[in-house]
């Protein structure tokens, strides 16, 4: 059965890692989905945390950006690990068997909002305060299910932000969220040696995944590839939120 495990992972990141290649995000979304079939999140999300931190600093500090997102974006970046502080239990204490359904209904969410590409603008001078505000929300909803993109994807692509200066602020976004979500499960006990065998099975499998992404993302149309993306995301969404809920209920 370990090994099985071990080739589930290797598998889940490998296609995950293909995913944020492709579209340049997604490795964090994906992988907590398709773990939570198998694994409880906070365990799942034990495993994320290296590759998704490494994945993420080279878009951190790839461009020029990075003191201006900082200055544009701190009370977002400030609220994201207060949230997942404020709610540090929700993943590890007796809630911790709703974190599957919430997974699932979040990825339900955060498809459809991509599907409809849903207009949304933030005029700039309420920016900071939205921003905290987001930022708070979503460190919540993360502590819970390991999951970053809701309400946060919705608000940066409201910025209005370039492309480049998008993929670079996202870098930024999620590794603080990563990093801090590191910090909670540490500290919770479950970021220990037991997860090191599959930490690293990941992280190869993610970097191989990601190259993989990169070096057919021009023979691919994107868009069409990110569609069906969602599509399954919605899927998954919803198989997720069911059977855990069955077993809440049931079992």
């Known amino acids: 059965m370990a090994h099985l495990l071990l080739v589930f992972i290797a598998a ?80 590890t204490g007796p809630y911790a068997r709703y974190g599957t359904v919430l997974i699932g209904i979040l990825l339900v969410i955060y498809a459809i909002i991509s599907l409809r590409r849903v207009a949304i603008t933030v005029p700039p001078r309420d920016e900071k305060w939205i921003g905290g505000i987001i930022g708070l929300a979503t460190g919540v909803i993360s502590a819970a299910t390991g999951v970053q993109v809701v309400p946060s994807m919705p608000f940066m692509q409201a910025l209005g932000m370039k492309r480049d200066e998008l993929i670079q602020a996202l870098g930024v976004f999620f590794t603080t969220a990563t990093l801090a979500q590191a910090l909670n499960l540490s500290a919770a006990g479950i970021l220990d040696q037991s997860v090191a065998v599959p930490g690293v099975v990941a992280l190869a499998a993610s970097f191989t995944g990601m190259a993989t992404g990169q070096a057919v993302r021009t023979r691919l149309e994107p868009e069409t590839f990110r569609r069906w993306f969602l599509i399954a995301m919605i899927l998954l969404g919803i198989y997720l939120a069911i059977v855990a809920s069955y077993e809440i209920c049931f079992a």
């Open 12 to 91: 889940v990141f490998v296609l995950a890692g293909f995913v944020k290649g492709v579209i340049g995000l997604g490795l964090p979304t994906v992988s907590m989905g398709l773990l939570a079939v198998a694994m409880a999140p906070a365990h799942a999300l034990a495993i994320v945390i290296v590759p998704a931190i490494l994945t993420n600093i080279w878009q951190t500090f790839a461009g020029p950006y990075f003191l201006a997102i900082v200055k544009r974006l701190w009370p977002l970046l400030l609220g994201l690990p207060a949230g997942i502080w404020l709610n540090a239990d929700m993943m």
